[in-house]
C-alpha cells in the first residue's frame, strides 16, 4: 500500500512540475494571444485567465486563492486517508492527484507570477524576474492557460430557434495541463 502513495505523490509532483514548465514556456515564448496551431483540433494559444474554471469570477481574487491553497490542503489530507484502503481504486487515486495538481499548479500562477513576470502588450513576451518587478502583488498573479482543443464547427440552420445562423465552435474553453 505504501507505493499506492509513492505513485499518487509522484503524479503530483511531476505533473506540477510540467505545468510550471509548460507556462514558463509559454509566458516567455508567446504574447498573450499568440495562437501556434499544432493540428487542426489542437492549438497552444496563450491567454491568461484572472478567475476560475475558463475565466469564471466569483468574488475576489485574493478570496479564491485562498480558497485554493485550502482545497489543495483538503484533497491532499483526503487522498493520505484514503491511499491505503485496498477497495480504493488506484484509478480514483490517480485521478485525485491529478486534480490536486492541477490546483496546486493555478495556485503558483496566482502567489508568485505577479511577482516573477512583467506583463507586456503584445507583441512582445513576458520577461522573467523583469528589472522593474511584476506586475501584480503576492496573490494577485494570473493563471497562464494554452490548450485550446476546437474539434468542430458549424453554423447553426437558420431554421432553427434561438441559435439560427449562430457559428458553433465545439470545445472552446482554454486551459493549462
Known sequence: MRSRGTIVAII???TVILDQV?????KTGFYLGEDMPIFSWFHLLFIENNGM???MTIGSKLALTLFRIVAVSML??????IYRIKAVPAGYL???AFITAGAAGNIFDCVFYGLIFDNPMPPQV????????GYAPLFMGKVVDMLYFP???FTWP????LVGGDHFLFFQPVFNL
Open 76 to 81: 491532499i489530507w483526503y487522498i493520505h486517508s
Open 158 to 161: 437558420s431554421w432553427i430557434p
Open 22 to 26: 509548460l507556462k514558463i514556456w509559454v
Open 151 to 153: 474539434l468542430f464547427s
Open 94 to 96: 490517480a485521478c485525485l
Open 53 to 55: 474554471a475558463f475565466g
Open 126 to 133: 513576458a520577461q522573467l524576474f523583469p528589472a522593474g518587478g
Open 12 to 14: 503530483i509532483v511531476i
